[in-house]
Every structure is written in structure tokens, then in C-alpha cells.
Nanobody, 125 residues
């Protein structure tokens, strides 16, 4: 059974950092496009950082560049999202997802078939 489980969310002050983890089971990660997404209150789900296995290409949302870093531990089948310099507008539910080997729009949520349950991140003083 294919499963994704996020962890690492919580309450953090503005300017702080968090590292989110996404543990995959039932996947061979080399065959899937992997992404991190966020859904802020009252807003649509948006892509933050996504990586293609086809060519290694990586997408970063404009507001995340320089602050968020996506990495992967193949031995643990786990993907991470390191978030630094957090802002109140980063508050939301964060999801990891897996999509097909080749997608048209790398970080478009509709391209992804498998989703975790989400982890809440709240940035507030």
C-alpha cells in the first residue's frame, strides 16, 4: 500500500525555522515526481518545491526561493522541506505528494495522485 506521512509541523515565531519530513512507503521514489505543497486558510493549495525524476529539474515557488530547501534521504525513503526565515503568511497545512514520472506542470497540485494527511505550520508571535 502506498502511503505518505508528513511530520514536523508546529508553532514557530516569525524568523524561525522548521524542518518537515515526509516518509514514503510503497513507492520507488526514483519513478515519481515529488512535491511539497501548502494550503493557507481560505486559499487554494499551492506548490512550494517539486522535483522531477525525469531530468532532476526542480521548481521553487517565488515566495520560497532562498528560504525553503527540499532534500531527500534515499536510505530512509524520506523527503524533507527545510524552512527558514518563516513569516506569518507561511501559516497553513503542508502536504507532500507523489505524481507520475513525467508531468506537464511540475508543481501543479492536479498532477499529483498520492497525498499525505498534511501537517499544520503556524507562524505567530
Amino acid at each position: 500500500q502506498q502511503q505518505l506521512v508528513e511530520s514536523g509541523g508546529g508553532l514557530v515565531q516569525p524568523g524561525g525555522s522548521l524542518r518537515l519530513s515526509c516518509a514514503f512507503s510503497g513507492f520507488t521514489l526514483d519513478y515519481y515526481t515529488i512535491g511539497w505543497f501548502r494550503q493557507a486558510p481560505g486559499k487554494e493549495r499551492e506548490g512550494l518545491s517539486c522535483v522531477s525524476p525525469k531530468n532532476g529539474g526542480t521548481y521553487f515557488g517565488d515566495s520560497m526561493k532562498g528560504r525553503f530547501t527540499m532534500s531527500r534521504d534515499n536510505a530512509k525513503d524520506t523527503v524533507y522541506l527545510q524552512m527558514n526565515s518563516l513569516k506569518p503568511e507561511d501559516t497553513g497545512v503542508y502536504y507532500c505528494a507523489a505524481g507520475p514520472y513525467s508531468v506537464q506542470s511540475m508543481c501543479a497540485p492536479y498532477e499529483y495522485d498520492y497525498w499525505g494527511q498534511g501537517t499544520q505550520v503556524t507562524v505567530s508571535s
